[in-house]
């Protein structure tokens, strides 16, 4: 107790400069997040102006901080002492936020994928069903669009022939022969904690060695119905594959 | 506020110990055994839930040959197989099995056959075994029950009163209905696709000598109610005379062909909606059709047979040319290919089957005229209305129904009528029966008003109706012509 | 490596979707102490526990606070001399019965409406019990951290006199820092000034916001330091557990709820999201385990586990866990084993 009067006597400004620390670097790695466009590797886009105006509300928090800071006034107030002692938090926090502006986070990757449940086929997307129309244009569907086309009828056959136009990322099942891959995407709903993986098998023409896993590629090509493990499945035949570059927003909504 | 003395020990603090218990404690734990013992209970009394058919996407409900699969969503994951293995459909109608998820999508192979009711039963199918449950529970018996649409056509009368007016004939009911009054005469009809009304251009009675230019366009409604006005008038020809009409599938949109009474305006396609109408296209003078999805119209030109967006403006290019094609004749119901007529250089016509992959196959030759041609639902076989000089009189047409079997090619005259030269052809919905008519011309005064498009009258004429091989479920076991009724121009409801 | 970078996307994202939330319950909490007179608020509270306790549950629909938010603002509650069963109806419900997360259930279950309204009925009658068990402990003192056993006004029934025992680093007590670096142990003539401070009548707008501003920042404190050790746990667990694992168990109607119960109570997602997410496991798991995940979810989860511990002493938090935690089960299970 002595020794813990003594630390605060020592350091009057220490909790107050460390809590202001770590909410600055929390509104700064906010908007780095947001100007670096990794926002959208986190959140959905919906909760954007939410975040941001966290962002800017802590950094208008700091500068009122320093600013009553600067003017040496330590607050005169009633301090809770808690779970932690303050400083520990803050750290805590600081240590946090530091991470975060160190270190880029990454978008999802195969083995999330894998993790997460792509091959349960049981699994139906909580995506809301889209009207089926037979005479929408096959080739403009997006990955997820296709998903939720099968959920609503699920009859590949019905899908036969039509032009397929999608990309993705590579995924090796361990369950699909070498020349299948599942071109996958995450979709998100409102934060990166709720991913959920879509994807359909690819047919290649020869080994899937070829394409890496984790490589986006854009292709091109039919549907076909196919019988993978004793279930007919709706399966696109590649015609054409083209490398991409890994899109800034890499999820579907 | 001030404390007095006894406040600053604080007796809230260091209340730790379990000897000292608090009503709160008694309570709490009172109420977490209490739950215990519940919890326990409800597992212990075991599972009184089944799986069971949560939704049927066909109960009750009218099939017609649009809907090509039911759903059936379970109330939790089955065992797929045995969901597969103790579906029963009666009648059966074949079909495939697809899933997704809990909901079971059963695709019919071919179009539900008119008229009959059907019966989905599902029995002893099993949830999947998965997590807790030791074995596969029975799930709760399912029977669901849909109906199809009736069997019903529509004509344009001959005999007695029902001379040029528009009658319904229902077989499954067995009901036989006058639709127009008798102060119009009905020139042509087309029914809306979704099977509630018709449209149909007239002229009147007391003018039945008018020319077809002096028609109108109205609609009746199919199933006419006692308070619903029988017909009314869409369309008049004040400003315009009205050449030709045709309905989107979704029944929203009405084109209409016609050509101002002022001078110097060519032929052109309006668009009739709600709002007022609108110029497609200029110069539109040949027979047209929508395709089948609604978006586009195939018109019939000149020069060949030219296919331009439906929403375009008046000035929209063709998005598709054929100069090869003389006329469009119909499309697949799924709007795979369409059927073509094209005159040849050596005064021959062919029928063509044109995909939308843009392969075209010519199906048929023949010496007269291509009148009509239908794909059936499966998209297998073709069926021509066409004619053939008839060597052993001048100037006369026998008139002959063909099936054009498309993976084999093989061609199959099913009828002839001697002596007729124009006639129409209908396929029902589920393609298990033509319709057909067999018409007498008189040039002697008769009391019927109704003519061929070369304007001669028709004094009698019967429907005949030629049942398919090629379904299974046609109730007559013969395959025969049988003769309907008497009446023209016959026309299945959809 | 993977693991770590997904692990890291997952956390921040955890973060970064729940900060404006918690700013925004801090905020109303900060609000509610300097411009509200929740005297006069709390005294319009019905005195009956029972009442008090739906009264407490219903209170969330004008603050629409998720469980980031909800506990300073039970806390302040509490403080303020709010009886037990509203502050306890208040922390269980608040997160779930307010028109924010009603509507986000809505928006993501619209066609099996009877999730968003069972959700609703179960959260309310589960806050309704807790709170009302709560109210047999007339003086609520001994179940507070000492913090804010200290900051409530003295209840009438807490007459037995018992010395204080700090401890070590929660050193008990409140201090009053009047000069810089000269920290005094808060007297009773101190508490009186501390509330004064808050009291609303006294004070103009002006000289709120400094106070305001203050409080935002000391709450911020706590609960992010929470929040990132919060974020943390769920982080790891999800990375290192697989989902498969607890999909396996998804279909059995007593598996998936006990499963759903304890992934709602690891996942610390923001109630007002947390719809969003169950939807992902709508087709697999029984809508009684998908209920017991919605309705545990927002009362009781790791992240704000934390934050409770900061209010009540553990044996009470494990009161609420263990109480919310049964009824949950009981309803759900009833769902799932008679009804669905």
Redesign the interface.
């Known amino acids: 107790?002595t020794a813990?009067?003594l630390r605060?006597?020592l350091f009057?400004y220490l909790p107050e400069g460390l809590?202001?620390l770590?909410?600055g670097l929390?509104g700064t790695l906010?908007l780095h997040?947001w100007r670096s466009g990794k926002?959208g590797?986190?959140?959905h886009p919906n909760?954007y102006g939410?975040?941001l105006?966290?962002g800017y509300?802590?950094l208008m928090?700091t500068v009122?901080?320093i600013l009553?800071l600067w003017r040496?006034r330590?607050?005169?107030?009633?301090?809770?002492?808690?779970?932690?002692?303050?400083p520990?938090?803050?750290s805590?926090?600081l240590v946090?936020a530091l991470?975060?502006l160190l270190?880029t986070?990454?978008?999802?990757?195969s083995?999330?994928a894998i993790?997460?449940?792509l091959q349960?086929t049981?699994?139906?997307?909580?995506a809301?069903p889209q009207a089926f129309r037979?005479?929408s244009n096959p080739e403009k569907r997006t990955l997820l669009e296709w998903i939720r086309t099968?959920?609503v009828?699920?009859?590949?056959?019905?899908y036969a022939g039509q032009k397929v136009n999608v990309d993705g990322f590579v995924v090796y099942p361990e369950d699909l022969p070498d020349n299948y891959f599942t071109l996958t995407r995450f979709v998100i709903?409102?934060?990166?904690?709720?991913a959920?993986p879509v994807g359909l098998p690819v047919k290649l023409e020869g080994n899937r060695k070829t394409y890496a896993v984790d490589s986006w590629q854009a292709i091109q090509g039919e549907m076909m119905t196919e019988t993978l493990n004793g279930?007919?499945q709706l399966v696109i035949q590649a015609k054409a594959l083209k490398p991409i570059p890994e899109p800034d927003n890499p999820y579907y909504y | 506020m001030t404390l007095g003395k006894d406040n600053l020990k604080q007796p809230w603090i260091g209340v730790n110990r379990w000897s000292h218990s608090h009503p709160l404690d008694r309570i709490a734990i009172a109420m977490i055994m209490v739950l215990s013992l519940l919890i326990g209970g409800i597992i212990w009394s075991g599972d009184h839930t089944f799986p069971k058919v949560r939704e049927f996407s066909w109960q009750d409900q009218q099939i017609g040959v649009e809907d090509t699969a039911f759903i059936l969503t379970f109330n939790r994951a089955m065992d797929w197989q045995s969901v597969t293995d103790h579906l029963k459909i009666q009648p059966p109608i074949p079909g495939k099995f697809s899933w997704s998820g809990r909901r079971l999508a059963y695709t019919l192979n071919q179009p539900v056959p008119y008229g009959q009711s059907f019966q989905v039963t599902l029995d002893q199918a099993t949830a999947a075994t998965r997590g807790d449950a030791e074995e596969s529970v029975k799930m709760q018996p399912f029977t669901g029950q849909f109906r199809s649409r009736d069997r019903a056509l529509v004509f344009l009368g001959i005999d007695g009163e029902e001379n040029g007016r528009l009658v319904t004939h229902n077989f499954t009911q067995n009901t036989h209905q006058i639709l127009t009054p008798d102060t119009l005469i009905v020139l042509d009809f087309k029914v809306d696709l979704k099977g509630d009304r018709i449209l149909f251009t007239a002229i009147d009675r007391a003018h039945a000598d008018q020319d077809v230019f002096e028609q109108k366009l109205y609609v009746v409604p199919l199933t006419p109610t006692a308070t619903s006005p029988s017909h009314q008038l869409l369309l008049d020809n004040q400003d315009y005379q009205l050449l030709d009409f045709d309905v989107t599938p979704n029944g929203e949109v009405l084109i209409v062909q016609q050509f101002s009474r002022q001078a110097n305006e060519p032929v052109s396609l309006w668009e009739l909606t709600d709002s007022a109408p609108r110029r497609l296209q200029h110069n539109a003078d040949g027979q047209f059709l929508i395709t089948p999805d609604g978006q586009t119209l195939v018109i019939s030109q000149n020069q060949g047979v030219a296919m331009v967006p439906l929403y375009g403006d008046a000035n929209s290019k063709p998005v598709d040319f054929w100069p090869k094609f003389d006329q469009i004749l119909s499309f697949a119901r799924n709007g795979s290919a369409a059927l073509m007529a094209q005159n040849n250089p050596d005064s021959t016509r062919s029928l063509y089957l044109l995909s939308n992959q843009g392969q075209e196959q010519e199906l048929l030759k023949v010496g007269g005229y291509v009148l009509d041609a239908e794909m059936n639902p499966s998209t297998q076989t073709v069926y021509c209305l066409y004619t053939t000089f008839n060597r052993s009189q001048t100037a006369s047409f026998d008139l002959h129904i063909s099936a054009i079997h498309l993976d084999t090619g093989k061609k199959q005259r099913l009828i002839t009528i001697p002596k007729q030269s124009s006639g129409t052809l209908s396929l029902a919905p589920d393609g298990s029966a033509l319709l057909y008519e067999e018409v007498t011309i008189t040039d002697n005064p008769s009391q019927s008003v109704v003519r061929d498009s070369v304007g001669q009258t028709i004094s009698a004429s019967q429907v005949w109706l030629y049942p398919l091989q090629d379904t299974n479920t046609i109730s007559s076991k013969q395959k025969k012509p049988q003769k309907l009724l008497a009446g023209i121009q016959p026309l299945w409801l959809p | 490596m993977p693991q770590f970078g997904s692990g890291l996307t997952l956390f921040l994202s955890l973060m970064v979707e729940a900060m404006p939330f918690l700013i925004f319950g801090v905020l109303v909490s900060g609000i509610l102490l300097l411009f509200i007179d929740e005297q006069r608020l709390i005294a319009k509270f019905p005195k009956n526990p029972l009442l008090g306790a739906l009264s407490g549950s219903l209170f969330g629909f004008l603050f629409p606070v998720c469980e980031c938010g909800n506990v300073p603002v039970a806390r302040r509650l509490l403080i303020q001399g709010a009886s037990a069963p509203v502050a306890i109806g208040f922390l269980l419900a608040a997160p779930t019965i307010n028109p924010v997360v009603i509507w986000a259930t809505w928006s993501a279950f619209p066609d099996q409406p009877e999730i968003v309204v069972l959700r609703v009925v179960f959260s309310f009658a589960i806050a309704t019990i807790v709170g009302w068990v709560f109210s047999w402990q007339a003086d609520l003192k001994p179940f507070l951290q000492p913090n804010i056993a200290a900051l409530m006004p003295p209840s009438p029934g807490s007459s037995t006199a018992e010395s204080p025992e700090p401890t070590g680093l929660l050193k008990s007590g409140t201090y009053f820092l009047d000069q810089p670096g000269n920290p005094v142990a808060l007297e009773a003539a101190n508490l009186d000034a501390v509330l004064a401070i808050a009291s609303p009548q006294r004070k103009s707008l002006w000289d709120k916001l400094p106070l305001l501003l203050e409080n935002t920042i000391q709450e911020l404190r706590e609960m992010g330091g929470v929040l990132v050790l919060g974020s943390l746990l769920a982080t790891i667990i999800q990375v290192s557990v697989p989902r498969n694992i607890i999909l396996a168990i998804g279909q059995g109607p007593v598996t998936s709820v006990f499963a759903m119960v304890i992934l709602g109570g690891v996942i610390s997602i923001c109630s007002t999201v947390d719809a969003f997410f169950a939807l992902s496991f709508a087709s697999t798991f029984t809508s009684g385990a998908l209920l017991a995940f919605l309705v545990f979810g927002p009362m009781f989860d790791l992240k704000s586990m934390g934050l409770l511990l900061m209010v009540f002493k553990p044996r009470a938090v494990f009161y609420i866990f263990a109480i919310v935690f049964q009824l949950t089960l009981v309803f759900t299970l009833i769902i799932n084993l008679w009804i669905s």
């Open positions: 107790m813990k009067r605060t006597k009057p809590v202001t770590a909410l929390w906010i997040y926002l590797l986190l959140i909760y939410l975040t105006a966290a509300f802590l928090l009122l901080q009553k040496r330590l607050p005169m107030r009633a301090q809770h002492l808690s779970l932690l002692s303050p520990v938090m803050s805590i926090m946090a991470i975060g270190v986070p990454r978008p999802f990757t083995q999330t993790q997460r449940g349960d049981t699994l139906v997307t909580r809301r037979t005479t099968l959920d009828y699920p009859e590949p056959d019905a709903s409102c934060c990166a904690a709720d959920y279930q007919r």
